[in-house]
């Protein structure tokens, strides 16, 4: 079976999983106070050009989600994300649970337009009784979306300045950020950084057994935070695990090159199935393709290649979902196209 | 000035405030354990022809819907509504806060549509990932919607049988429940009261100095509510105040009359704008009436007149709402005119 | 029936009431933007020496206590009170409900200790371990406390000192403020304004139909706090009522007068019980007097005079409370002292 | 340096690293539907005798208490616990973080005493008002205690008995339960299961790189519980990495052979450090060893041997803590006799 499913169905890189071998034995303190930890951060910082930020480490992406919200939002403050955005949709609620309000713009391939951004906080304020509503405290994107697609600067730009305008900060979701900069073609980690108040830097999907490492760029954003992780539940214990793996993964530019090898075999994966009279209902540059097939087609090959099924399009055709990761190789492509064409 | 803004400018209809005034030194214990409350019991029970519902009475809507709602909903439950539903717009995130998403549908003039509901949920389960979704728990409508509108009868139990076949209480609010009922064709209070699982009487807008009446028709539903309530800090001390108001509303049929007057009047006003040459914008039945206006004529009758202003229609009219209540009298409704026509 | 039972077991001191009545039919606003609040908050900015305070009108006690100490609080701050203290005790988790642990200190007949305040900081920052803690976010006392005793003004400035030294705000319960003042020899409302954050000017114990008065001596300290209230459910639709009784009770010092007159009848309750031999149980200056009554006296007056039971002092004694309020007579307290020889 | 801060500084026991390292190239569905943890929670059935126990993983101690208790409580019930249980102390207000109080009995070196357990819920319910205080909804106790005490077997089966009469769960902290189990004479996993309703396997101090195995005994206890992990953010995406490690410690007994071999150190430690002259202030017979040492000796063994730190005793004298795990061998304890013995 060769596996598209999604890019967290096996173990971790093995070169961050050699780190992990390698340090076991290794006694330190927990919580994040240890060596390793300390010299993750120092290369996040470095390799995103903001000395001055903080970086915090947690296990999970939801956790991170909902644990940073809570940290930049006011206690009743809403977050704006675009309706498809990860918080609206696949976290069983996490950001109203801690008391905050998930306000949708719509979704456009999951990006959210910045026209649109700046017309809903113009109606909002323009409406006399905003004080009576949730008020719109921060803006939630991801990079790359749900969808696959990614922000150009420019874009990035306008929501950033938008936001500043209205004082309220910038959070990104970079879940599969490696693979968002290895598609972009003007975006590089310190741009993002520089345009935005807070991101995440995914390592669950990129690599790691598991991972996330939160960059505050503007550091007051999030005072006391260590306070508000530990009653969340997202403080992990052996804290060690994720400096070691972080700091191998910002190492060599491991991060980096993860990212390009799931795209450029995303793009080949993309090749293999339009060279075949497939197409796309979504245009992702990235590790996620999204494919109109034919459901004969779709029984055919399901014996022997996985991806994730995303709903009927019509009688006859059926949307999917193919994922590239560190893990796919070129064989899995050719293969993938063996089965395809054996159609014909 | 003659005010159509809203039906809670003034304090309480003059024989309920008669009421309060009257009962002001008898002692009774506090929180609602008092033979004023268990009399207001007894003739809503009565009035609503449901001999077992459990009665609460709260001081304001807000509240009502963020304590109801938290006692229906399991801990991270979504409660389902229309877009422009109240607790969805006007309540500054109260039921976020509780910790439960507002899950949207379209709004049709105010009005979930059962078909809607039905797809929303079908589709809902049909997603193998439904469990890391925030689970639809409860549906709430208003009865009058915002806009005025008023679902029938059949809306109703369609509304309530597709919620029981999916196992979620149906909860209404009724803020303006007697405007509601004395608009309607086919619901009266009986028939509303066996179409869903929990509603409130409004008595802020209805007359009441304050003051809201929730029926848990059925009874099971929220257990313990006394302890929710007071954690929501939503007992009132004197809760006699709430019995004194409701039990003089559920008398004499007064509260059905307030209901009628203000729609009579309310019709009244909307043949006099729709005489001078004016449209509605949403048909509604209720004491709320949407006009489009010209923007000379709002100029020019504002300094005599108040109502409510709903945003710009194209360059020289505008959207606005009048409202009637108990206090408004058929002279309001002539001097209105007077000042319409003046423009001629 | 004599009632002794608490001080709000009827309506509104009639001086109140009729200025309700009298302006019944007086169109307003909502939501506490009219000019009764306005003047309301006037006067209270007037009798408290604080004319840059920030002045909000709330329903209840527990209410405005979970309100104003989710707004003082970061996101999970806790707040230190003594076990007696109302929020610890008598709110059904309100606190901890929105997301803050009460921190707990040796209650001395209701008061908290100053020492005991500055050890308890002191060694929490000892403990290196403290961001894995609760961190002390504010300060909770009442006064009069739960006990009816009262803070001297030197045992207020220390408690202040410590909380400024420690940067958490000292907030100040004052569910029955006036029967407090008019027993304190040295605690006037400015001196009680000037060595606080916030408190509150309790109305339901004092005279009004319901009612409490926030009083934000530092105004920065609850910004958007009309958000906030609104999302707990805590502001009143018809504010109004709300700024007319506080309007009146700030004027020709009813206020105080209602406080001197409790505080009155208690002392002269408390010298009828003394002089008959009965004993206190805690040394109460204010409204609520606390006895030791032998339960053959209890059996023999409970058909004339209500009390509150506080439970068993050994096996033929029982421990009991008086509350004396604006309706109090000089009868009652003659009829008491009756009912209490006739044992004789 | 030998250290014996805590029995989490280092990596994974061999063993566990190994079935990691072994299994990470296998593919696997995500959330903890995979076979890996399929085998883990039949292997964990098996050994508490609980075949229809439901088992959960999650990743760290403070998550899972914060996520399992809001599930066993209701919406604002609180949870009884000693004062010196972790929850209460040491998880940064994660409880009331969840809208739950943490209602405190006295600590009895850690232990809760089933006598004061039935007074407190006695005379809880005794007083009329108790609903408007907080309801004891849960008994939390940990096993062994954070005071390295463990309960007898007639300790369990009172305090289960008590709760099941109050109708509320009993839960048992397991975050060392090797170490407890290892150190009980009467207690073992199958009769700790059977007295209580739900308790969880500690991992991340046993010797997994982390994770918590929940068993919640009566599986009717927590329903949805997955929807609400997810909202706590305590889903794992590898969710595997749970399932591989708990499937290893259970089997081949490696989870109580862990436990007993850091329990027998520990009592080798105990010795030494008794026959040296020196007392512990806690009488513990788990992995926890607590003793008064002279500060001469504390400062010079420093430098070779590290322990943590509770606090003086008296003016020359100091509290400290030894823990033992898998990873300290009979050496580390020669070692430190040796150090201790340079003193003479």
Redesign the interface.
């Known amino acids: 079976m060769i ?1 598209f ?2 890019d ?5 890189h ?1 070169a961050v ?1 050699e780190e ?2 390698k ?9 994040g106070h240890d060596a390793f930890c300390e010299q993750a951060r120092k290369l996040i910082r470095e390799a995103c050009g903001t000395p001055d930020a903080q970086v915090f480490f947690m ?6 989600n ?2 940073v919200l ?2 930049l939002l ?3 403050g ?1 977050v704006i994300a675009v309706e498809s955005g990860h918080i609206n ?6 950001i ?7 306000i949708t713009l719509p979704s456009h391939q999951g990006k959210m337009c910045p026209k649109e951004l700046r017309a809903y906080l113009q109606d909002f304020y323009a409406d006399d ?1 905003w ?5 719109p405290s921060a803006v939630y994107i991801s990079f790359p979306t749900e969808n696959g697609t990614i922000y150009t600067l420019q874009e990035l730009k306008d929501l950033h300045s938008i936001a500043r305008e209205y004082g309220i900060p910038l959070y990104i979701d970079g879940a599969r950020l490696g693979f968002g900069l290895a598609a972009s073609r003007d975006v590089t980690l310190p741009l993002l950084a520089a345009n935005c108040d807070a991101f995440y830097i995914g390592g ?2 990129m690599g790691a ?2 991972g996330e490492a939160v960059v505050c760029v503007n550091p007051s954003l999030l005072p ?1 935070f ?3 992780m ?9 804290g ?2 994720l400096g070691i793996q972080f700091a191998r993964l910002f190492t060599d530019n491991l991060y980096m090159e993860i990212g390009k090898h799931g795209v450029d075999l995303a793009m080949k994966l993309r090749n293999v199935l339009e060279s075949r009279g497939f197409h796309t209902f979504i245009d992702s540059p990235s590790n996620q393709q999204f494919f109109i097939l034919p459901n004969c087609v779709i029984d055919r090959i399901s014996p022997f290649v996985s991806f994730e099924y995303w709903g009927p399009r019509g009688e006859n055709e059926s949307k999917v979902r193919f994922v590239t990761s560190w ?1 796919t190789t070129a064989e899995d492509i050719l293969a993938l196209d063996a089965f395809i064409r054996a159609d014909g």
Do not use: W
């Open positions: 596996r499913d999604t967290y169905m096996a173990g971790a093995p999983l992990i071998i340090n076991n034995r290794v006694q330190t303190p927990g919580y296990v999970g992406g939801t956790q991170t909902a644990t809570d940290g006011p206690r009743i809403g949709v696949h976290e069983a609620g996490a109203e649970f801690c008391g905050h309000k998930v009784t004080p009576y509503m949730t008020v669950t999907k057994l598991f006391a260590e306070s508000l530990k009653a969340h539940g997202s403080i992990l214990a052996k060690r695990l893990e």
